[in-house]
Protein backbone atom coordinates (compact mmCIF):
# COMPACT_ATOMS: atom_id res chain seq x y z
CA UNK A 1 0.00 0.00 0.00
CA UNK A 2 1.32 3.25 -0.79
CA UNK A 3 2.31 6.00 1.68
CA UNK A 4 -0.71 8.27 0.66
CA UNK A 5 -3.21 5.09 1.32
CA UNK A 6 -2.17 4.30 4.80
CA UNK A 7 -2.11 7.63 5.85
CA UNK A 8 -5.76 7.90 4.59
CA UNK A 9 -6.66 5.15 6.32
CA UNK A 10 -5.39 6.51 9.36
CA UNK A 11 -6.36 9.66 9.06
CA UNK A 12 -9.84 8.12 9.03
CA UNK A 13 -9.24 6.24 11.72
CA UNK A 14 -8.70 9.05 13.76
CA UNK A 15 -11.91 11.20 12.46
CA UNK A 16 -13.62 7.88 13.37
CA UNK A 17 -12.22 8.25 17.34
CA UNK A 18 -12.33 11.86 17.66
CA UNK A 19 -16.33 11.08 17.44
CA UNK A 20 -16.14 8.94 19.85
CA UNK A 21 -16.54 9.38 23.54
CA UNK A 22 -17.88 12.72 25.50
CA UNK A 23 -21.23 13.89 26.60
CA UNK A 24 -22.83 13.10 23.67
CA UNK A 25 -22.97 8.95 25.45
CA UNK A 26 -24.11 10.44 28.45
CA UNK A 27 -28.13 9.74 27.36
CA UNK A 28 -27.31 6.16 26.09
CA UNK A 29 -25.54 5.14 29.24
CA UNK A 30 -27.45 6.76 32.34
CA UNK A 31 -30.83 5.73 30.64
CA UNK A 32 -29.97 2.33 31.10
CA UNK A 33 -28.88 2.74 34.47
CA UNK A 34 -31.86 4.93 35.09
CA UNK A 35 -34.30 2.10 34.05
CA UNK A 36 -32.58 -0.52 35.90
CA UNK A 37 -32.82 1.54 39.03
CA UNK A 38 -36.48 2.38 38.12
CA UNK A 39 -37.27 -1.34 38.41
CA UNK A 40 -34.68 -1.98 41.05
CA UNK A 41 -36.45 0.77 43.46
CA UNK A 42 -39.98 0.36 42.17
CA UNK A 43 -39.87 -3.34 43.38
CA UNK A 44 -37.58 -2.96 46.07
CA UNK A 45 -38.79 -0.04 47.98
CA UNK A 46 -42.22 -1.87 48.38
CA UNK A 47 -41.40 -5.32 48.50
CA UNK A 48 -41.68 -5.15 52.22
CA UNK A 49 -45.56 -4.51 51.29
CA UNK A 50 -45.66 -7.33 48.62
CA UNK A 51 -44.18 -10.28 51.04
CA UNK A 52 -45.97 -8.90 53.59
CA UNK A 53 -49.64 -8.00 52.83
CA UNK A 54 -49.55 -10.13 49.11
CA UNK A 55 -47.43 -12.80 50.49
CA UNK A 56 -48.49 -12.98 53.43
CA UNK A 57 -44.92 -13.74 55.58
CA UNK A 58 -44.18 -12.79 58.97
CA UNK A 59 -42.42 -9.24 59.38
CA UNK A 60 -38.66 -10.72 60.22
CA UNK A 61 -38.71 -13.11 57.38
CA UNK A 62 -39.83 -10.35 55.20
CA UNK A 63 -37.40 -8.43 56.39
CA UNK A 64 -34.93 -10.59 56.15
CA UNK A 65 -35.22 -11.78 52.16
CA UNK A 66 -35.62 -7.81 51.74
CA UNK A 67 -31.65 -7.18 53.33
CA UNK A 68 -30.91 -10.85 51.52
CA UNK A 69 -31.92 -9.51 48.03
CA UNK A 70 -30.58 -6.40 48.64
CA UNK A 71 -27.12 -7.81 49.34
CA UNK A 72 -27.53 -10.73 46.90
CA UNK A 73 -27.97 -7.70 44.21
CA UNK A 74 -24.53 -5.66 45.32
CA UNK A 75 -22.93 -8.84 45.32
CA UNK A 76 -22.71 -9.69 41.94
CA UNK A 77 -21.23 -6.75 40.79
CA UNK A 78 -17.92 -8.26 42.08
CA UNK A 79 -18.17 -10.83 39.78
CA UNK A 80 -19.43 -8.53 36.72
CA UNK A 81 -16.25 -5.95 37.38
CA UNK A 82 -14.20 -8.79 37.14
CA UNK A 83 -15.35 -10.16 34.10
CA UNK A 84 -15.31 -6.71 32.65
CA UNK A 85 -11.84 -5.94 33.38
CA UNK A 86 -10.52 -9.51 32.67
CA UNK A 87 -11.98 -10.55 29.50
CA UNK A 88 -15.87 -8.84 28.15
CA UNK A 89 -15.00 -5.35 28.62
CA UNK A 90 -17.51 -2.48 29.92
CA UNK A 91 -20.00 -2.39 26.66
CA UNK A 92 -20.51 -6.29 26.52
CA UNK A 93 -20.84 -6.30 30.44
CA UNK A 94 -23.47 -4.11 30.37
CA UNK A 95 -24.98 -5.42 27.73
CA UNK A 96 -25.53 -9.20 28.91
CA UNK A 97 -26.50 -8.09 32.19
CA UNK A 98 -29.32 -5.72 30.99
CA UNK A 99 -30.78 -8.76 28.69
CA UNK A 100 -30.85 -10.64 31.84
CA UNK A 101 -31.74 -8.11 34.40
CA UNK A 102 -34.95 -7.95 31.68
CA UNK A 103 -35.44 -11.39 31.91
CA UNK A 104 -35.78 -11.19 35.31
CA UNK A 105 -38.37 -8.25 35.81
CA UNK A 106 -40.31 -10.56 32.98
CA UNK A 107 -40.59 -13.12 35.31
CA UNK A 108 -41.31 -10.99 38.49
CA UNK A 109 -43.94 -9.23 36.42
CA UNK A 110 -45.93 -12.52 35.80
CA UNK A 111 -45.79 -13.71 39.39
CA UNK A 112 -47.18 -10.57 40.35
CA UNK A 113 -50.12 -10.96 37.70
CA UNK A 114 -50.69 -14.77 37.69
CA UNK A 115 -53.25 -15.48 40.60
CA UNK A 116 -51.40 -19.18 40.94
CA UNK A 117 -48.12 -17.63 41.43
CA UNK A 118 -49.37 -15.93 44.67
CA UNK A 119 -51.53 -17.56 47.36
CA UNK A 120 -55.25 -15.90 47.68
CA UNK A 121 -56.15 -12.81 49.33
CA UNK A 122 -56.32 -12.00 52.89
CA UNK A 123 -59.87 -11.64 54.29
CA UNK A 124 -61.07 -8.96 55.50
CA UNK A 125 -59.58 -8.20 59.07
CA UNK A 126 -58.34 -11.74 59.04
CA UNK A 127 -56.27 -12.42 61.89
CA UNK A 128 -54.34 -15.36 59.85
CA UNK A 129 -53.44 -15.57 56.48
CA UNK A 130 -52.58 -18.27 54.04
CA UNK A 131 -49.13 -17.74 53.62
CA UNK A 132 -47.45 -18.66 50.00
CA UNK A 133 -46.39 -21.87 49.31
CA UNK A 134 -42.94 -23.38 48.66
CA UNK A 135 -43.33 -23.20 45.10
CA UNK A 136 -44.62 -19.54 45.14
CA UNK A 137 -41.73 -19.00 47.38
CA UNK A 138 -39.24 -20.28 44.83
CA UNK A 139 -40.25 -18.72 41.36
CA UNK A 140 -40.42 -15.25 43.79
CA UNK A 141 -36.45 -16.56 44.46
CA UNK A 142 -35.92 -17.55 40.95
CA UNK A 143 -36.68 -13.35 39.42
CA UNK A 144 -35.15 -12.32 42.06
CA UNK A 145 -31.73 -13.97 41.01
CA UNK A 146 -32.17 -13.03 37.80
CA UNK A 147 -32.22 -9.72 38.69
CA UNK A 148 -29.31 -9.74 40.74
CA UNK A 149 -27.54 -11.30 38.27
CA UNK A 150 -28.49 -8.73 35.93
CA UNK A 151 -27.37 -6.31 38.23
CA UNK A 152 -23.73 -7.83 38.56
CA UNK A 153 -23.36 -6.85 34.63
CA UNK A 154 -24.82 -3.37 34.75
CA UNK A 155 -23.99 -1.72 38.03
CA UNK A 156 -20.07 -2.15 38.37
CA UNK A 157 -19.80 -1.22 35.13
CA UNK A 158 -22.20 1.57 33.87
CA UNK A 159 -19.97 4.42 36.36
CA UNK A 160 -16.81 3.24 34.94
CA UNK A 161 -17.81 3.18 31.25
CA UNK A 162 -19.53 6.87 31.53
CA UNK A 163 -16.28 8.01 33.17
CA UNK A 164 -14.63 6.42 30.61
CA UNK A 165 -16.15 8.48 27.89
CA UNK A 166 -15.04 11.67 29.45
CA UNK A 167 -11.68 11.13 30.62
CA UNK A 168 -10.53 9.81 26.72
CA UNK A 169 -12.28 12.73 25.99
CA UNK A 170 -10.54 15.20 27.86
CA UNK A 171 -7.52 13.73 26.92
CA UNK A 172 -7.76 13.95 23.07
CA UNK A 173 -8.93 17.78 23.58
CA UNK A 174 -6.02 18.20 25.41
CA UNK A 175 -7.51 19.39 28.29
CA UNK A 176 -6.27 17.86 31.28
CA UNK A 177 -8.31 15.60 33.36
CA UNK A 178 -12.31 16.02 33.08
CA UNK A 179 -14.06 17.30 35.96
CA UNK A 180 -15.04 13.66 37.15
CA UNK A 181 -16.99 14.73 40.67
CA UNK A 182 -19.15 16.94 38.41
CA UNK A 183 -19.88 13.57 36.46
CA UNK A 184 -20.14 11.91 39.87
CA UNK A 185 -22.85 13.99 40.77
CA UNK A 186 -24.40 13.80 37.58
CA UNK A 187 -24.68 9.76 37.56
CA UNK A 188 -25.86 9.69 41.71
CA UNK A 189 -28.27 12.95 40.29
CA UNK A 190 -29.87 10.46 37.89
CA UNK A 191 -29.78 7.58 40.21
CA UNK A 192 -32.10 9.93 42.27
CA UNK A 193 -33.92 11.12 39.74
CA UNK A 194 -35.06 7.09 39.04
CA UNK A 195 -35.53 6.33 42.77
CA UNK A 196 -37.86 9.69 43.16
CA UNK A 197 -39.78 8.14 40.33
CA UNK A 198 -40.15 4.98 41.77
CA UNK A 199 -40.91 5.27 45.06
CA UNK A 200 -44.09 8.08 43.66
CA UNK A 201 -45.69 6.64 40.35
CA UNK A 202 -44.51 3.26 40.60
CA UNK A 203 -45.28 2.44 43.71
CA UNK A 204 -48.41 4.59 43.23
CA UNK A 205 -49.73 1.80 40.64
CA UNK A 206 -48.97 -1.16 42.90
CA UNK A 207 -50.65 -0.12 45.44
CA UNK A 208 -53.84 1.66 43.87
CA UNK A 209 -53.76 -0.30 40.19
CA UNK A 210 -52.18 -3.57 41.17
CA UNK A 211 -48.59 -5.60 41.12
CA UNK A 212 -49.19 -6.35 38.01
CA UNK A 213 -48.89 -3.42 36.11
CA UNK A 214 -46.57 -2.28 38.99
CA UNK A 215 -43.56 -4.10 37.74
CA UNK A 216 -44.81 -4.01 34.32
CA UNK A 217 -44.17 -0.28 33.62
CA UNK A 218 -40.44 -0.23 34.77
CA UNK A 219 -40.11 -3.78 32.45
CA UNK A 220 -41.14 -1.99 29.85
CA UNK A 221 -38.75 0.84 30.51
CA UNK A 222 -35.97 -1.52 30.79
CA UNK A 223 -36.70 -2.43 27.51
CA UNK A 224 -36.69 0.57 25.70
CA UNK A 225 -33.33 1.40 27.74
CA UNK A 226 -31.35 -1.79 26.65
CA UNK A 227 -32.37 -0.72 22.73
CA UNK A 228 -31.35 2.26 23.58
CA UNK A 229 -28.02 1.27 24.58
CA UNK A 230 -27.24 -0.92 22.14
CA UNK A 231 -27.89 1.72 19.47
CA UNK A 232 -25.08 3.75 21.09
CA UNK A 233 -22.45 1.25 19.90
CA UNK A 234 -20.82 3.92 17.58
CA UNK A 235 -20.43 6.46 19.64
CA UNK A 236 -18.54 4.77 22.58
CA UNK A 237 -15.40 4.57 23.74
CA UNK A 238 -14.62 0.82 24.39
CA UNK A 239 -11.23 0.39 26.28
CA UNK A 240 -10.34 -3.23 25.75
CA UNK A 241 -9.74 -5.49 28.98
CA UNK A 242 -6.74 -5.47 30.15
CA UNK A 243 -6.48 -9.11 31.67
CA UNK A 244 -7.54 -10.74 34.72
CA UNK A 245 -6.97 -8.11 37.83
CA UNK A 246 -7.37 -11.39 39.37
CA UNK A 247 -4.59 -13.21 38.36
CA UNK A 248 -1.65 -10.33 38.34
CA UNK A 249 -3.06 -9.50 42.17
CA UNK A 250 -2.36 -13.68 42.66
CA UNK A 251 1.10 -13.46 40.61
CA UNK A 252 2.41 -10.51 42.63
CA UNK A 253 1.65 -12.26 45.82
CA UNK A 254 2.52 -15.57 44.24
CA UNK A 255 6.45 -13.94 43.43
CA UNK A 256 6.64 -11.90 46.40
CA UNK A 257 6.54 -15.45 48.53
CA UNK A 258 8.41 -17.12 46.69
CA UNK A 259 11.00 -14.19 47.33
CA UNK A 260 10.03 -13.89 50.95
CA UNK A 261 13.71 -14.56 52.44
CA UNK A 262 15.57 -12.13 49.50
CA UNK A 263 16.87 -8.78 50.62
CA UNK A 264 15.65 -5.67 48.70
CA UNK A 265 17.34 -3.41 46.75
CA UNK A 266 17.48 0.19 45.99
CA UNK A 267 14.25 0.99 44.32
CA UNK A 268 15.71 1.87 41.48
CA UNK A 269 16.85 -1.32 40.94
CA UNK A 270 13.42 -2.68 41.24
CA UNK A 271 11.87 -4.55 37.54
CA UNK A 272 10.10 -2.25 35.39
CA UNK A 273 8.72 -2.90 31.95
CA UNK A 274 6.89 -0.03 29.95
CA UNK A 275 5.95 -2.29 27.28
CA UNK A 276 4.40 -4.94 29.15
CA UNK A 277 2.52 -2.36 30.69
CA UNK A 278 1.09 -0.11 28.42
CA UNK A 279 -2.12 -2.12 28.12
CA UNK A 280 -2.73 -1.56 31.87
CA UNK A 281 -1.45 1.96 32.26
CA UNK A 282 -2.99 3.92 28.97
CA UNK A 283 -3.34 7.20 31.69
CA UNK A 284 0.12 6.41 33.28
CA UNK A 285 2.14 3.76 35.39
CA UNK A 286 1.40 3.92 39.35
CA UNK A 287 5.47 4.74 41.27
CA UNK A 288 6.95 2.99 43.63
CA UNK A 289 5.69 3.47 47.48
CA UNK A 290 7.95 2.50 50.29
CA UNK A 291 4.60 1.29 52.19
CA UNK A 292 3.55 -2.50 52.15
CA UNK A 293 7.83 -3.72 51.19
CA UNK A 294 6.94 -6.95 51.08
CA UNK A 295 5.50 -7.00 47.96
CA UNK A 296 8.49 -4.67 46.67
CA UNK A 297 10.29 -8.60 46.46
CA UNK A 298 8.15 -9.45 43.68
CA UNK A 299 10.08 -7.07 41.73
CA UNK A 300 13.19 -8.04 42.43
CA UNK A 301 15.06 -9.31 39.62
CA UNK A 302 17.05 -12.63 40.06
CA UNK A 303 18.47 -15.42 37.85
CA UNK A 304 15.64 -17.45 36.21
CA UNK A 305 13.26 -15.11 36.34
CA UNK A 306 13.68 -13.94 32.53
CA UNK A 307 13.16 -16.14 29.54
CA UNK A 308 16.08 -15.65 26.86
CA UNK A 309 13.60 -13.89 24.92
CA UNK A 310 13.56 -11.06 27.67
CA UNK A 311 9.98 -11.24 28.63
CA UNK A 312 9.41 -11.61 32.41
CA UNK A 313 7.94 -15.24 34.10
CA UNK A 314 5.28 -13.40 35.59
CA UNK A 315 4.50 -16.60 38.38
CA UNK A 316 8.13 -15.12 39.67
CA UNK A 317 8.68 -11.53 38.59
CA UNK A 318 6.30 -8.61 38.29
CA UNK A 319 7.06 -4.91 37.41
CA UNK A 320 6.75 -2.09 40.09
CA UNK A 321 3.12 -1.19 38.53
CA UNK A 322 2.35 -4.17 38.90
CA UNK A 323 2.99 -4.40 42.38
CA UNK A 324 1.39 -1.22 43.27
CA UNK A 325 -1.63 -2.04 41.91
CA UNK A 326 -1.83 -4.74 44.80
CA UNK A 327 -0.51 -2.54 47.19
CA UNK A 328 -3.48 -0.01 46.01
CA UNK A 329 -5.85 -2.22 46.33
CA UNK A 330 -4.88 -3.38 50.52
CA UNK A 331 -4.49 0.34 51.23
CA UNK A 332 -7.83 0.63 50.04
CA UNK A 333 -10.16 -1.73 51.71
CA UNK A 334 -9.92 -0.17 55.67
CA UNK A 335 -11.59 3.18 54.35
CA UNK A 336 -13.93 0.67 51.98
CA UNK A 337 -14.79 -1.24 54.95
CA UNK A 338 -15.94 2.16 57.04
CA UNK A 339 -19.07 1.87 54.31
CA UNK A 340 -20.22 -1.41 55.75
CA UNK A 341 -22.06 -0.21 58.62
CA UNK A 342 -23.36 3.19 56.98
CA UNK A 343 -26.01 0.83 54.63
CA UNK A 344 -26.71 -1.50 57.60
CA UNK A 345 -27.62 1.89 59.80
CA UNK A 346 -29.88 2.84 56.96
CA UNK A 347 -31.31 -0.51 55.79
CA UNK A 348 -34.35 -0.20 58.19
CA UNK A 349 -35.33 2.72 55.48
CA UNK A 350 -37.03 0.30 53.17
CA UNK A 351 -38.24 -2.04 56.06
CA UNK A 352 -39.03 -1.01 59.37
CA UNK A 353 -39.86 2.69 58.42
CA UNK A 354 -42.34 1.76 56.16
CA UNK A 355 -44.32 -0.23 58.68
CA UNK A 356 -44.20 2.12 60.93
CA UNK A 357 -45.65 4.30 58.05
CA UNK A 358 -48.60 1.90 57.66
CA UNK A 359 -49.32 2.42 60.94
CA UNK A 360 -50.03 6.12 60.91
CA UNK A 361 -52.23 9.14 59.32
CA UNK A 362 -51.39 8.96 55.50
CA UNK A 363 -54.14 10.96 54.45
CA UNK A 364 -53.27 13.62 52.05
CA UNK A 365 -57.03 14.20 50.66
CA UNK A 366 -60.12 12.53 51.72
CA UNK A 367 -59.94 10.35 49.05
CA UNK A 368 -55.87 10.11 48.63
CA UNK A 369 -53.54 8.55 51.45
CA UNK A 370 -49.70 8.67 50.58
CA UNK A 371 -48.52 4.85 50.40
CA UNK A 372 -46.11 4.06 52.86
CA UNK A 373 -43.24 3.72 50.83
CA UNK A 374 -43.59 6.44 49.03
CA UNK A 375 -42.12 8.17 52.28
CA UNK A 376 -38.67 7.30 50.37
CA UNK A 377 -39.87 10.11 48.22
CA UNK A 378 -38.06 12.35 50.86
CA UNK A 379 -34.87 10.53 51.04
CA UNK A 380 -34.59 11.05 47.92
CA UNK A 381 -35.60 14.51 47.50
CA UNK A 382 -33.08 15.71 49.97
CA UNK A 383 -30.65 14.27 47.89
CA UNK A 384 -31.50 15.33 44.86
CA UNK A 385 -31.36 19.34 45.93
CA UNK A 386 -28.10 18.66 48.44
CA UNK A 387 -26.32 16.77 45.10
CA UNK A 388 -27.62 19.74 42.84
CA UNK A 389 -26.94 22.69 45.96
CA UNK A 390 -23.35 21.39 46.81
CA UNK A 391 -22.59 20.80 42.78
CA UNK A 392 -23.43 24.82 41.63
CA UNK A 393 -23.07 26.57 45.10
CA UNK A 394 -21.23 25.01 47.84
CA UNK A 395 -18.08 23.70 45.75
CA UNK A 396 -17.67 27.37 44.57
CA UNK A 397 -17.70 28.30 48.18
CA UNK A 398 -15.71 26.10 49.25
CA UNK A 399 -12.92 26.25 46.76
CA UNK A 400 -12.30 29.87 47.80
CA UNK A 401 -11.09 28.36 50.96
CA UNK A 402 -9.23 25.29 49.85
CA UNK A 403 -8.47 25.95 46.43
CA UNK A 404 -9.13 21.98 45.47
CA UNK A 405 -11.55 22.15 42.19
CA UNK A 406 -13.90 20.04 44.02
CA UNK A 407 -13.74 21.93 47.11
CA UNK A 408 -13.22 19.28 49.31
CA UNK A 409 -11.58 16.09 49.01
CA UNK A 410 -13.19 12.91 48.73
CA UNK A 411 -12.86 11.27 52.30
CA UNK A 412 -13.48 14.76 53.84
CA UNK A 413 -16.92 14.30 52.07
CA UNK A 414 -17.61 10.51 52.96
CA UNK A 415 -17.07 12.00 57.07
CA UNK A 416 -19.38 14.68 56.67
CA UNK A 417 -22.08 12.09 55.25
CA UNK A 418 -21.47 9.70 57.81
CA UNK A 419 -21.63 12.08 60.70
CA UNK A 420 -25.51 13.48 59.50
CA UNK A 421 -26.63 9.78 59.24
CA UNK A 422 -26.20 9.47 62.86
CA UNK A 423 -28.60 12.16 63.36
CA UNK A 424 -31.00 10.80 60.98
CA UNK A 425 -31.26 7.51 63.60
CA UNK A 426 -31.02 9.79 66.25
CA UNK A 427 -34.70 11.36 64.36
CA UNK A 428 -35.76 7.88 63.46
CA UNK A 429 -35.72 6.82 67.37
CA UNK A 430 -37.20 10.02 68.74
CA UNK A 431 -40.23 9.93 66.15
CA UNK A 432 -40.54 6.38 66.73
CA UNK A 433 -41.00 6.79 70.80
CA UNK A 434 -43.56 9.65 70.47
CA UNK A 435 -45.60 6.88 67.94
CA UNK A 436 -45.67 4.19 70.47
CA UNK A 437 -46.09 7.16 73.05
CA UNK A 438 -49.38 8.01 70.86
CA UNK A 439 -50.70 4.40 70.49
CA UNK A 440 -50.51 4.05 74.09
CA UNK A 441 -52.55 7.01 75.06
CA UNK A 442 -55.05 6.48 72.04
CA UNK A 443 -55.80 2.78 73.43
CA UNK A 444 -54.64 1.48 70.32
CA UNK A 445 -51.54 -1.00 71.02
CA UNK A 446 -53.24 -3.98 69.83
CA UNK A 447 -55.32 -2.56 67.02
CA UNK A 448 -55.70 -4.92 63.98
CA UNK A 449 -53.80 -4.17 61.20
CA UNK A 450 -54.48 -1.77 58.89
CA UNK A 451 -55.50 0.44 61.71
CA UNK A 452 -53.93 4.26 61.74
CA UNK A 453 -52.78 6.20 64.60
CA UNK A 454 -53.56 9.88 65.27
CA UNK A 455 -50.37 10.56 64.42
CA UNK A 456 -49.15 11.82 61.07
CA UNK A 457 -46.69 10.00 58.60
CA UNK A 458 -44.84 13.29 58.14
CA UNK A 459 -43.29 13.01 61.51
CA UNK A 460 -41.41 10.22 59.81
CA UNK A 461 -40.09 13.33 57.21
CA UNK A 462 -37.39 14.14 58.86
CA UNK A 463 -35.36 10.89 59.37
CA UNK A 464 -36.17 10.49 55.76
CA UNK A 465 -34.39 13.84 54.54
CA UNK A 466 -31.57 13.63 56.71
CA UNK A 467 -30.49 10.29 55.35
CA UNK A 468 -30.98 11.56 52.16
CA UNK A 469 -28.37 14.83 52.66
CA UNK A 470 -25.76 12.37 54.21
CA UNK A 471 -25.73 10.12 51.05
CA UNK A 472 -25.43 12.69 49.11
CA UNK A 473 -22.39 13.08 50.72
CA UNK A 474 -21.27 9.77 51.78
CA UNK A 475 -22.73 7.50 48.70
CA UNK A 476 -20.91 10.14 46.16
CA UNK A 477 -17.45 10.56 48.17
CA UNK A 478 -17.06 6.71 48.58
CA UNK A 479 -17.78 6.29 44.85
CA UNK A 480 -15.20 9.03 43.84
CA UNK A 481 -12.39 7.70 46.27
CA UNK A 482 -12.87 3.63 45.00
CA UNK A 483 -12.51 5.31 41.03
CA UNK A 484 -9.73 7.61 41.72
CA UNK A 485 -7.46 5.32 43.86
CA UNK A 486 -8.27 2.28 42.09
CA UNK A 487 -5.63 0.99 39.62
CA UNK A 488 -6.96 1.69 36.25
CA UNK A 489 -7.23 -1.06 34.51
CA UNK A 490 -9.50 -2.25 37.79
CA UNK A 491 -11.86 0.35 37.86
CA UNK A 492 -15.25 -1.71 36.96
CA UNK A 493 -14.09 -3.54 39.76
CA UNK A 494 -13.20 -1.00 42.29
CA UNK A 495 -16.93 0.46 41.50
CA UNK A 496 -17.85 -2.98 42.11
CA UNK A 497 -16.44 -2.36 45.52
CA UNK A 498 -19.14 0.07 46.39
CA UNK A 499 -22.00 -2.45 45.49
CA UNK A 500 -20.21 -4.93 47.65
CA UNK A 501 -19.96 -2.49 50.68
CA UNK A 502 -23.97 -2.64 49.76
CA UNK A 503 -24.01 -6.27 49.71
CA UNK A 504 -22.24 -6.71 52.88
CA UNK A 505 -24.08 -3.95 55.15
CA UNK A 506 -27.11 -5.92 53.94
CA UNK A 507 -26.45 -9.66 55.00
CA UNK A 508 -25.00 -7.71 57.90
CA UNK A 509 -28.66 -5.99 58.68
CA UNK A 510 -29.97 -9.33 58.61
CA UNK A 511 -27.58 -10.50 61.15
CA UNK A 512 -28.09 -7.26 63.29
CA UNK A 513 -32.07 -8.04 62.93
CA UNK A 514 -31.76 -11.27 63.93
CA UNK A 515 -29.61 -10.72 67.15
CA UNK A 516 -31.24 -8.42 68.38
CA UNK A 517 -34.57 -10.48 67.43
CA UNK A 518 -33.50 -13.42 69.71
CA UNK A 519 -31.47 -11.72 71.99
CA UNK A 520 -34.40 -9.12 73.37
CA UNK A 521 -37.50 -12.35 73.50
CA UNK A 522 -37.01 -12.73 77.47
CA UNK A 523 -37.05 -8.94 77.83
CA UNK A 524 -39.53 -7.20 76.15
CA UNK A 525 -38.82 -8.36 72.25
CA UNK A 526 -37.85 -5.35 70.30
CA UNK A 527 -39.07 -6.22 67.15
CA UNK A 528 -42.32 -7.30 66.92
CA UNK A 529 -45.14 -7.69 64.45
CA UNK A 530 -46.57 -5.38 66.07
CA UNK A 531 -44.89 -2.46 66.52
CA UNK A 532 -47.15 -0.96 68.61
CA UNK A 533 -45.81 -3.27 71.34
CA UNK A 534 -42.38 -3.74 70.54
CA UNK A 535 -39.24 -0.85 71.44
CA UNK A 536 -38.31 -0.19 67.89
CA UNK A 537 -36.42 2.85 69.04
CA UNK A 538 -34.29 0.79 71.11
CA UNK A 539 -32.90 -0.42 67.91
CA UNK A 540 -32.31 2.71 66.57
CA UNK A 541 -30.00 3.83 69.63
CA UNK A 542 -28.13 0.67 69.45
CA UNK A 543 -27.52 1.63 65.11
CA UNK A 544 -26.44 5.27 66.64
CA UNK A 545 -23.85 3.68 68.95
CA UNK A 546 -22.69 1.55 66.53
CA UNK A 547 -22.54 4.08 63.92
CA UNK A 548 -20.44 6.20 66.44
CA UNK A 549 -17.93 3.84 66.50
CA UNK A 550 -17.06 3.13 62.78
CA UNK A 551 -16.86 7.19 62.29
CA UNK A 552 -13.49 7.08 64.88
CA UNK A 553 -12.89 4.01 63.04
CA UNK A 554 -12.95 6.05 59.56
CA UNK A 555 -10.91 9.01 61.07
CA UNK A 556 -8.09 6.93 62.17
CA UNK A 557 -8.22 5.02 58.89
CA UNK A 558 -7.85 8.82 56.68
CA UNK A 559 -5.12 9.29 59.03
CA UNK A 560 -3.20 6.84 58.42
CA UNK A 561 -4.41 6.41 54.21
CA UNK A 562 -1.55 6.88 51.72
CA UNK A 563 -2.92 7.97 48.38
CA UNK A 564 -1.04 6.19 45.27
CA UNK A 565 0.97 8.49 43.04
CA UNK A 566 1.06 8.11 39.27
CA UNK A 567 3.29 9.08 36.90
CA UNK A 568 0.82 10.40 33.57
CA UNK A 569 1.88 11.60 29.94
CA UNK A 570 1.23 14.86 29.26
CA UNK A 571 -0.28 15.65 25.72
CA UNK A 572 3.40 17.19 24.14
CA UNK A 573 4.92 13.45 26.02
CA UNK A 574 6.82 14.61 28.89
CA UNK A 575 6.52 12.54 31.73
CA UNK A 576 4.22 14.28 34.51
CA UNK A 577 4.18 11.73 37.59
CA UNK A 578 0.78 12.88 39.88
CA UNK A 579 0.08 11.60 43.30
CA UNK A 580 -3.35 10.97 43.69
CA UNK A 581 -4.65 14.57 44.17
CA UNK A 582 -2.77 18.30 44.41
CA UNK A 583 -1.02 20.38 46.63
CA UNK A 584 2.74 21.07 46.54
CA UNK A 585 5.28 20.24 43.71
CA UNK A 586 7.49 17.22 44.40
CA UNK A 587 10.37 15.94 41.90
CA UNK A 588 10.84 11.78 41.22
CA UNK A 589 13.93 10.43 40.59
CA UNK A 590 14.87 11.60 37.02
CA UNK A 591 13.74 15.09 38.01
CA UNK A 592 9.99 15.25 36.62
CA UNK A 593 7.67 17.18 38.51
CA UNK A 594 4.74 15.66 40.09
CA UNK A 595 1.72 17.04 42.60
CA UNK A 596 1.27 15.14 45.49
CA UNK A 597 -2.53 15.67 46.89
CA UNK A 598 -5.31 14.02 48.68
CA UNK A 599 -8.25 13.05 47.69
Given at each position: ?????????????????????????M????????????????????????L?????????????????????????????????D??????????????????????????????????????????????A?????????L??????????G??????????????L???K????????W?????????????K?M????V????????W?????V?????????????????????????G?????L???????F???????????L?Y??????????T?????????L???D?A???????????????L???S?????????????????????I??????S????F?????????????????????S??????????????????????????????????????????G???A???????????K????????????????????P???????????????A???M??????????????????T??A?????I??G??L????????????????????D???????????????????????Y?F????????K?????????????????A?????????????????
Amino acid sequence: MSEDGRGGAKDVAEKKKAKQGGFRTMPFILANDFCDRLATVGFGSNLITYLTLQLHLPLVEASNILTNYHGTTNLTPLVGGLIADSFAGRFWTITVGSIIYQLGMVCLTLSAALPSLRPPPCAKHAVECQRASSYQIAVLYLSLLATSIGSGGTRPCNMAFGADQLELDARKRRGGKAPMWSFFNLYFFGIELAKLMAVTVVVYIQENVGWGWGLGVPTIAMFVAVIGFVSGYSLYVRMPPGGSPLVRLAQVAAAAFKKRKAVLPDPDLLYDDKVLDAGISTTGRLLHTDQLKFFDKAAIVMEGDVLPSGEPKLWRLSTVHRVEEIKSIVRMLPIWAAGILMVTASSHNSSFAIQQARTMDRDITPSFKIPPASMLIFNNLAMLVTLAFYDRVLVRVLRRFTGRPNGITHLQRTGVGMTIAMLGNVAAAAVEKRRRSVAAASGMLDAPKGAMLPISVFWLVPQYAIHGVANAFMDVGRMEFLYDQAPESMRSTAAALYWLTISAGSYLGTVLVTIVHEKTRGSGQWLQDNLNRGKLDNYYWLVVGLEGLNLIYFFVCVKYYTFKPLETVGSDEEVEPYHGNANGTNKDKKGASFNSRTS
